[in-house]
């Protein structure tokens, strides 16, 4: 059984910082590329960085300098840094490997 769970959303100011993580199990991780995608209110979904199976970052452009995607095998987590939050970083984020999707995890930046 595929599972993707996040964790680590919350609410902080902006200019702070949070960690998102991507547990996965039931999948051949490191073979896989995993990436995270947020969704605002209102807004369609959108990606904000993967992290290819050779461990190679990959970003969009308006996190880029801000959040950095890194990957543990020992553990089967991708993690999630962003620093220098803005309240338009304000969603909830979803880690995905393109056929599988996690229930999401809310982050909230407060100005």
């Known amino acids: 059984q595929v599972q993707l769970v996040e964790s680590g959303g919350g609410l902080v100011q902006a200019g702070g910082s949070l960690r998102l993580s991507c547990a996965a199990s039931?999948?051949?991780?490191?073979?896989?590329?995993i990436g995270w995608h947020r969704q605002a209110p209102g807004k369609e979904r959108e990606w904000v960085a993967s992290?290819?199976?050779?461990?190679?970052?990959i970003y969009e452009d308006s996190v880029k300098g801000r959040f950095t995607i890194s990957r543990d095998s020992t553990k089967n987590t991708v993690y999630l840094q962003m620093n220098s939050l803005k309240p338009e970083d304000t969603a909830v984020y979803y880690c995905?490997?393109?056929?599988?999707w996690g229930q999401g995890t809310q982050v909230t930046v407060a100005s």
């Open positions: 995905t490997d393109r056929h599988y």
């Open positions: 992290i290819l199976h050779n461990g190679r970052p």
């Open positions: 039931g999948l051949a991780f490191r073979a896989i590329d």
